[in-house]
């Protein structure tokens, strides 16, 4: 069965960095392209980051672009979000997604916290 499960996030002082993790199993990972969503209390759930199956292509929600940075590790069977710079508007849960097959997954997510 799909599981996503997000780590990395907690709390940070405005400008600060922190990496999260998403490992991934049950699905063939390498053949999917990954995505960041994340959502602060009464926002939408927004995208983040996309990267392709080989992580030759990415994209980036145009809030965090130049700050943050997806990247993944197929061995590893896991996606990054480093986020560098990071404001008190990034403060928001933030969530691994796959669509395999046309159906979607989602893991737990992971809060952030950015406050001094």
């Known amino acids: 069965q799909v599981q996503l499960v997000e780590s990395g996030g907690g709390l940070v002082q405005p400008g600060g960095s922190l990496r999260l993790s998403c490992a991934a199993s049950?699905?063939?990972?390498?053949?999917?392209?990954m995505n960041w969503y994340r959502q602060a209390p009464g926002k939408e759930r927004e995208l983040v980051a996309t990267?392709?199956?080989?992580?030759?292509?990415?994209n980036y929600g145009d809030s965090v672009k130049g700050r943050f940075t997806i990247s993944r590790d197929n061995a590893k069977n896991t996606v990054y979000l480093q986020m560098n710079s990071l404001k008190a508007e990034d403060t928001a849960l933030y969530y691994c997604?796959?669509?395999?097959?046309?159906?979607?997954?989602w893991g737990q997510g992971t809060q952030v916290t950015v406050s001094s």
């Open positions: 997604r796959a669509i395999i097959r046309g159906m979607t997954y």
């Open positions: 049950g699905f063939t990972f390498s053949t999917y392209r």
């Open positions: 990267i392709t199956s080989a992580g030759g292509m990415t």
